[in-house]
Nanobody, 114 residues
Framework: QVQLVESGGGLVQAGGSLTLSCAAS??????IAWYRQAPGKQRELVAS???????NLANTVKGRFTVSRDNAKNTVNLQMNSLKPEDTAVYYC??????????WGQGTQVTVSS
């Protein structure tokens, strides 16, 4: 079964840090991205990473978030530092499998208190 499973969400105070992980199984994933969706807002792209390690970050998180991958473990991590209340959202992993199919994870909640 091909799937993406996120972990690492939780409640943190403003200024704190969290690391989200996206574990892929059932396929090798090339392109993987992190999206987030806050209540009442559209889902937005936060970060992405290619199979070769090229990364892209949204302007709102540049300088605070980093994305990395461990190809041996088929995982992608999103390191989030200096968190702000506006980072509160459900964070989703989104990936392109080796058979060129896209998959979404189930999401993990991140809540940043002020």
């Amino acid at each position: 079964q091909v799937q993406l499973v996120e972990s690492g969400g939780g409640l943190v105070q403003a200024g704190g840090s969290l690391t989200l992980s996206c574990a892929a199984s059932g396929s090798i994933f090339g392109f993987i991205a992190w999206y987030r969706q806050a209540p009442g807002k559209q889902r937005e792209l936060v970060a992405s990473i290619t199979s070769g390690g090229s990364t892209n970050l949204a302007n709102t998180v540049k300088g605070r978030f980093t994305v990395s991958r461990d190809n041996a473990k088929n995982t992608v991590n999103l390191q989030m530092n200096s968190l702000k209340p506006e980072d509160t959202a459900v964070y989703y992993c989104y990936g392109l499998s080796s058979k060129m199919n896209y998959y979404w994870g189930q999401g993990t909640q991140v809540t940043v208190s002020s």
